[in-house]
């Protein structure tokens, strides 16, 4: 292993602690380590995709969850300071820390389930694809893939399932 790569491994591990166990954005980060952005986001894109590989899903569960509980547990930890907080400038700065929280908590969601759907996507691609190529005429969607049509070819569409069920139940 190069010198380099040793760098790059190390710079990797440092995104992933600052991004998901501390929760800073990739513009923090990137001052933070003196990084590009485009790299720093590179580096977070990298581990999402290595959690949606994790052919043992639940050690991907369990470090979703890991994740939540330490924001959790610092939301908690907020929450309480604030309740005791009698400034409302020291108020205002807490809860702002509160309402970053639970951003981050959403972001993280909804970049976990893009990663999931491109990867479904991809699958799909590669099944229908291999479908294709050997002159088959089926050709498959995902359950609660959005499919904009006309009100005329979807009618179509329910006359073709209709004749199939037919078809198939002589």
Do not use: P
Request: aromatic letters at 8%; charged letters at 35%; hydrophobic letters at 35%.
């Amino acid at each position: 292993m190069g010198h380099s790569h040793h760098i790059k491994r190390k710079q990797e591990e440092t995104v992933y602690k600052l991004h998901f166990e501390y929760g800073y954005s990739a513009r923090k980060i990137a001052t933070m380590i003196k990084a590009n952005r485009n790299t720093v986001n590179s580096n977070i894109s990298f581990w999402y995709g290595q959690i949606q590989k994790d052919e043992d899903r639940t050690s991907g569960i369990d470090w979703i969850n890991k994740i939540f509980c330490r924001l959790e547990a610092r939301r908690v930890r907020l929450m309480e300071k604030m309740e005791k907080t009698e400034s409302l400038g020291d108020w205002m700065l807490i809860e702002k820390m509160v309402n970053e929280i639970d951003i981050k908590t959403m972001q993280i969601l909804v970049k976990l389930e893009s990663t999931e759907k491109t990867s479904y996507d991809r699958v799909m691609k590669k099944v229908n694809d291999f479908l294709k190529e050997n002159g088959y005429e089926e050709r498959y969607v995902l359950w609660g893939q959005t499919i904009s049509m006309s009100n005329e070819n979807s009618a179509k569409v329910k006359r073709i399932i209709e004749s199939d069920r037919l078809h198939k139940n002589k």
